[in-house]
């Protein structure tokens, strides 16, 4: 039986890994593919986001995965392999989609040197994101991007319609000049560009030889932080609060992401995504996946506080409620 | 708002902005006063509950005391007086071009 092949899918955070692949499973060239989903933080939301026609192949794997690698990724992709294995799911390749803060390296390196993995699957592909807005900022300041384009064999520009690619492009060949560059268009991406090359590409090999003895490398104080509420938040407040939230933490802010009950219109999940102080307009997802209707945001910066975003959001909330 | 909450609300903004700084905070019925103190400025925050809504005030060392409506104003007054080097941040609605 020849290996399955892999392929991870990286980039940085809210660069819009997940949107991509949410339009890509819409693609019937991409049925039979089993997604192994990795989110920094305790609560898991892509996972939620994520709506594949085949749920059972979606798997989630939360914490670090390149800090956590070997033990984490052999497992979950063991545990598909198994149900594969035994008939329960059918699938043919891999995806990974890595946290917006994981170093590919030890992921790669993972794949390569995992005893129990070898000769079940094979890397065929490092696809990372690199964001128009602010991606070439992005890349600057923060080690993860740089080795998430460095180890990619291609770089997809995003959110395209909201920037000219040209910086992000230029920014992106400054750490890889072997990658081939795509353009997304408005979070589409020819599936194929996800699926194992015909051969193996140059830029793939020096992935390879490059993630040998590396060592994960993180932006110095960053930090996740949590919010789960039950009350449903009033529409005002949830604006109010993020305005604040930007005024506080400033570009240290890395992303914001997450579902929200909205006062006015609690049958239906609003998704906030927010990367640095850009935020997309709230998109409603039709019903709560899985039953589960509490508001659950995530926060990712810089020397974030455990438990603050939940105390400016009461004070707002209390704010709002003495004006009305 | 109580006097823990504040003192976590000003705590959280303290170490997102890198400032070492002594903080206290009292409480006089329902007017809670924080005082904040490091090498770059001395500041004094109160927060009281008005019949028009919360009212917050921000006042350097030798400066006029100013008020807020709300905790965002706040945030912008503590963050110019205690870290000025930081840049501010505005929520920004993407809109496509290409639309």
Redesign the interface.
Known sequence: MSPLPLTVLTGFLGSGKTTLLRHAFTDPRLAGTAVIVNEFGAVGLDHDLLESAEEDLVALSTGCLCCAVRGDLGRTIGGLLARRATGEIAFERLVIETSGLADPAPIVQALALDTALQGLVVLARIVATVDA?TGPQTLANHPEARKQVAFADTLVLT?T??APPQPAEQAGRRYNATAAIILAD?GYLDPTHLLPPAEPSEALAIALAQAKDAEAEHTEGLATVTLVRDAPVPAIAL??F???L????????LRIKGMVQIAEAPETPAVVH?V??????LEWMDAWPGGDRRTRLVFI?????P??PR??L???E??VA??S | MNPAELEALLSGLLRMWQVQAALSVSANGETLTARIECDAAAVTVGHNVQPFGIVWHVQETGKRRRAHSSAIGMIRHLREALAPERGAARVVFAKSFAE
């Open positions: 807005v959110k319609d909201l408005r604006t109010l993020l305005e604040a930007a005024e506080a933490s400033g570009p240290d802010l927010g640095q102080h850009v935020f997309h307009a910066g810089r020397h974030l506080m438990g603050w105390l400016l009461n004070q707002i209390r704010e003495a004006a």
